[in-house]
């Protein structure tokens, strides 16, 4: 394996000595990008390109070459989990992922069952080593999955949801049947990202995006739970070096002390909550990564540059802070606009270290 | 004016006694009831109802006559206000809210005036004055109206959004203009919700449902300033009773302090916040609404009991608290379900007080 040219992002994440804040964007490969656009219209569908491990090695390095970006991150679906559990992943134009088969009784709940990473998920682990290979050392790649409760509301939604009825119908009238589901995906999600680690992954984050549509007992009983079980079952250290992991529950302002004691190494913020309130109600023990809103990627150049001063500033001085969006980018971005937000975090950044 | 023969519900808002806890839903007249699909079909669109005082006010005395409510609240549409500035609303079936002229340049919001509440908005009135003579006393009645935020963000997107890219991308870009659209729309808000209360609105709500997608200094400064402004220009005494004033931020449950020192009488809380968290945040100074996970109202109605049981836990001993949802009741909902959760707070809340 390659020796890393830039560890800059895992070296924040550790909470060790910086010279410049790190800095890379949620679906930094992604749609706003032209040139993802044309590897993607050749690949056929979203899903097809998920498959392909060069053409998913291809657009997760396009934002680098464009931007001095401090991470690469897999390109890949959160879905792909629950796809390789046999519930049939597609895309319907328009509409977002849906699934053939849905886990929407007792009887489908308990078919569920771990997939094998290698085997039922090998294009992801194979993409995984296209990467590293092609990195050859740039910057770190980030390895990624849902979260447990995240992953479940697709799953039993059947497709992305406004309200959660049915999920949340299960959560109330068989907790018992929702955890075991949860449990058998979070089994599921440990074995993948250990997975992912074992291909060269060098750092993890975890997705939580609908943690946030739970009240704060049932965040902790059927999201955090799982998170926090995750955690435990990783492989923390790999070519001699840790491999850190980030949890980011969206909308989970209120919950970051709750989610720093699970033992990650890194907490993901969106710009509901100030750094500064996110450091305080995490007492510096470990590092955050946010929290710009991504629609402050729509103003100009000079007003994008002042809201990245912003949030350097609320972060404040020291180490520990990834610099990020608060959600993934919007496919309506201009690119230059990206490049306004890393050359800001470059040039004003250092002042804080 | 008919004397009220119910006032639990003012009576909890203003922290005075009451022996069970006061409880309604919001949307509690709406599409979950066959007889408001009724009503609607003889009408034709959403907004022909909405604009007939006659079948707006036999919509909101629906619920009333199944379950044993505490407060009656005016059926409209929060964006009545935006279509009385000339935007032209008009709905499109499984589409949601939309207008013929959205507001997306200097010229568009220098041009919007504060409508008239009689002359631009009289059906409105008329609606309220049917109401309050039907409703007879019975219980009182809830005059409403959307924040200018959450106004704003339809004017501007022309249509409900996702990631409110136009909106905010006015909002970082041209802070002066946004401003200047909010300062209308706030006065526009203050006229039309003293008209509701000359007509004989007992109550005001303010719903901001869309505060939350904001950074904290963003809400400050866009949200809540706009709304403090409202509750400051409210005729807050009618009929020689006070008129309370219930604030709701939609995801606000980090900013309930801040909410709470606008002078309004009320805040109410979604389920993401704990009740006894939100009453530890504003100290018992005024009172709360809310706050059982719609979703709730999918499980069976032993479930139910269980959950509403769980909220007034929450909130404990003693007056100001209000039985609400979090957030709208879900269309597809069983009647019975609803009828559980208000028989629940009936039999569970005396204790309480």
């Not at 000079?302 to 500033?313: D, F, H, N, T, W």
Request: proline share 6%.
């Amino acid at each position: 394996m390659s020796n890393l040219k830039n560890d800059r992002f895992l070296r924040a994440l550790l909470l060790e000595p910086v010279d410049v804040t790190p800095v890379w964007m949620m679906r930094q490969a992604g749609r706003y990008l032209p040139e993802y656009r044309e590897t993607r219209a050749r690949a056929g569908s979203f899903l097809d390109l998920c498959k392909n491990p060069d053409l998913a090695c291809e657009v997760t390095l396009q934002p680098l070459e464009r931007f001095p970006l401090d991470a690469a991150i897999l390109f890949s679906d959160i879905l792909t989990v629950p796809d390789a559990m046999g519930l049939g992943l597609y895309f319907s134009e328009g509409e977002g992922p849906r699934f053939h088969n849905p886990v929407q009784d007792e009887q489908a709940v308990r078919a569920l069952g771990v997939p094998d990473p290698e085997q039922d998920l090998g294009y992801v682990m194979e993409a995984v080593r296209t990467i590293r290979r092609e990195l050859d050392g740039r910057v770190p790649l980030i390895g990624f999955s849902g979260s447990p409760w995240t992953l479940a509301t697709y799953m039993v939604e059947g497709a992305g949801s406004k309200n959660f009825s049915k999920v949340k119908g299960m959560l109330f009238d068989r907790p018992d049947l929702m955890h075991h589901m949860l449990g058998v995906t979070a089994d599921a999600v440990t074995a993948y990202l250990n997975g992912q680690v074992a291909a060269g992954a060098q750092a993890l984050m975890i997705f939580d995006t609908w943690g946030g549509v739970l009240s704060p007992r049932d965040y902790r009983a059927f999201s955090l739970a799982y998170m926090a079980r995750i955690v435990k079952g990783l492989k923390r250290e790999n070519e001699g070096r840790r491999v850190p992991v980030i949890l980011f529950t969206k909308g989970g302002g209120q919950w970051l002390a709750q989610m720093a004691e699970t033992g990650c190494d890194a907490l993901g913020v969106d710009w509901t909550t100030d750094l500064s309130e996110a450091r305080r109600l995490t007492g510096g023990r470990l590092a955050l990564q946010g929290n710009l809103d991504p629609c402050v990627l729509h103003a100009s150049p000079q007003r994008i540059r002042e809201e990245v001063g912003r949030v350097l500033e609320s972060y404040g001085r020291g180490t520990g802070h990834v610099f990020n969006l608060g959600h993934g980018i919007h496919p309506d971005v201009n690119p230059d606009h990206a490049a306004a937000l890393v050359q800001a975090v470059h040039d004003l950044s250092p002042a804080y270290h």
